[in-house]
């Protein structure tokens, strides 16, 4: 008896002990669905790293940027692995307020990371975050409406063709919209879209010398043909939806055409949640035959703050969620056609992937398609295709966001909406010392 209370003792003490040794990392992630999958395979993590636990915040979009900004600008410590964009990366890194990636393991083979996301997430050749998955965008359609509609969508569509095939597909009766895009107002939601699409139209933020160019009937174009579009052919309360809601609507069979992150494609071409699985074709993002696409350069990535105690565990965990074993891990559990898409080179030349997923050349094409260096028809002084890359543009993006997302819903008018972007964006370069 007394050596058995004594083994329990030993025991107890021991695990005691372990639990002290134990180290807690805090992630701060977005409610996507990869994400949200990422948090059920951990098992395999804290299996292989039994000394490491794992603390999840899980945000939405919108209010994930605005935590782990704060959360970094003041160093506030928070969280260990924060889940940022190509938007933050090169900012925060020249800020000294991340930690350079250079111990992923020997076996990570960060050169087979597609170029251009691995470019967007680097400076001056060294990696900053780690992609979880990358994206651009294009048109995701519902092949039985577009034929019964009397159309064949195109691989290379012109927006003059997605106008007319929404209007075609719009089957109020029925619920169907011909068209589901983003209204909700975010520097990442409705201003992603808005800002690759006007690309293709010819606009752009800033000219050469940094001045606000809302009051150029490039954006007019845009914004009206978006606004009259969403009118005409998009669903009841669009001002609200962003990429969470078209998601769910598409999937529930109520969109006719979606315009969205390539990243989506698993989601509505996965029968165990999307009424028209077998139904969805998709296509590059639309143009004007101007030389530029509305598609974007997005990448969700791991980072790790400078400001974190547990930089060596952080980077363990880094290496694990975007490591090839964790594409061959969501691939064992969930098929290859749920692996999180974008990021390496080695996933678009597998076979089996090729053959999981109908949307991976298309998807491939539209990442190679944007070019953030020379994101506009015009020259411009910024690099980022739906996104400007100054520390300002967080700010005034979901500032413009909401200006156009009220036009949408029909608060304002088009004019209106544009006029106060323009006086904004003067207003912020002009404190922000780019214009006098």
């Known amino acids: 008896m007394k050596l058995r209370t004594l083994t329990l003792g030993l025991l107890s003490a021991s695990a005691l002990a372990f639990a002290a040794h134990a180290e807690s990392i805090t992630i701060a992630t977005v409610n996507n669905g990869d994400m949200v999958r990422m948090q059920k395979l951990t098992d395999d993590f804290t299996s292989k790293n039994p000394d490491i636990q794992l603390q999840w915040v899980t945000l939405e979009e919108n209010v994930l940027r605005e935590r782990v900004t704060t959360d970094i600008a003041t160093k506030g410590g928070q969280y260990d692995v924060m889940t940022i964009g190509t938007y933050e990366v090169p900012i925060w890194a020249k800020q000294s307020w991340l930690l350079p990636l250079d111990k992923l393991g020997d076996d990570y083979d960060a050169k087979d990371i597609i170029p251009a996301i691995a470019g967007g997430l680097s400076v001056d050749g060294k990696l900053y975050a780690a992609p979880f998955y990358g994206e651009s965008s294009f048109v995701m359609y519902r092949k039985d409406l577009m034929e019964k509609a009397g159309l064949t969508m195109p691989d290379a569509p012109t927006w003059d063709f997605i106008k007319q095939a929404a209007d075609k597909m719009t089957d109020r009766a029925n619920g169907v919209n011909g068209v589901c895009l983003r209204g909700k107002a975010?520097?990442?939601?409705?201003?992603?879209?808005?800002?690759?699409?006007?690309?293709?139209?010819?606009?752009?933020?800033?000219?050469?010398?940094?001045?606000?160019?809302?009051?150029?009937?490039?954006?007019?174009?845009?914004?009206?043909?978006?606004?009259?579009?969403?009118?005409?052919?998009?669903?009841?309360?669009?001002?609200?939806?962003?990429?969470?809601?078209?998601?769910?609507?598409?999937?529930?069979?109520?969109?006719?055409?979606?315009?969205?992150?390539?990243?989506?494609?698993?989601?509505?071409?996965?029968?165990?949640?999307?009424?028209?699985?077998?139904?969805?074709?998709?296509?590059?993002?639309?143009?004007?035959?101007?030389?530029?696409?509305?598609?974007?350069?997005?990448?969700?990535?791991?980072?790790?703050?400078?400001?974190?105690?547990?930089?060596?565990?952080?980077?363990?965990?880094?290496?694990?969620?975007?490591?090839?074993?964790?594409?061959?891990?969501?691939?064992?559990?969930?098929?290859?056609?749920?692996?999180?898409?974008?990021t390496r080179s080695s996933l678009y030349a597998n076979p089996e992937y090729q053959k999981a997923a109908p949307f991976a050349k298309m998807t491939l094409d539209s990442i190679n398609a944007a070019?953030?260096?020379?994101?506009?028809?015009?020259?411009?002084?910024?690099?980022?295709?739906?996104?400007?890359?100054?520390?300002?543009?967080?700010?005034?993006?979901?500032?413009?966001?909401?200006?156009?997302?009220?036009?949408?819903?029909?608060?304002?008018?088009?004019?209106?909406?544009?006029?106060?972007?323009?006086?904004?964006?003067?207003?912020?370069?002009?404190?922000?010392?780019?214009?006098?």
């Not at 609507?249 to 949640?273: E, R």
């Not at 009220?406 to 370069?429: E, F, H, I, N, P």
């Open 371 to 436: 070019d953030p260096t020379h994101p506009t028809v015009k020259p411009v002084p910024y690099v980022g295709v739906q996104f400007v890359a100054i520390p300002e543009f967080q700010g005034l993006g979901t500032t413009v966001g909401q200006l156009f997302s009220a036009a949408l819903a029909g608060q304002s008018s088009v004019d209106d909406a544009l006029k106060q972007a323009q006086d904004a964006a003067t207003a912020a370069m002009t404190e922000g010392g780019y214009i006098q």
């Open 186 to 342: 975010g520097w990442g939601e409705n201003m992603a879209f808005l800002t690759a699409m006007s690309n293709s139209f010819g606009a752009r933020w800033f000219d050469e010398n940094w001045k606000p160019q809302f009051d150029q009937p490039e954006w007019k174009n845009t914004l009206q043909f978006y606004v009259d579009l969403m009118k005409a052919d998009g669903p009841e309360g669009a001002s609200s939806n962003g990429f969470n809601e078209n998601l769910a609507l598409f999937q529930q069979g109520k969109c006719g055409m979606w315009i969205d992150a390539t990243v989506a494609a698993s989601f509505v071409s996965d029968p165990k949640n999307s009424t028209v699985a077998d139904k969805v074709g998709y296509a590059l993002a639309p143009d004007n035959g101007l030389g530029k696409r509305g598609n974007w350069l997005w990448a969700w990535s791991l980072a790790i703050p400078a400001g974190t105690q547990k930089a060596e565990a952080a980077e363990k965990f880094v290496a694990w969620a975007t490591s090839k074993h964790y594409a061959e891990l969501v691939a064992s559990k969930e098929g290859w056609a749920n692996v999180p898409p974008g």
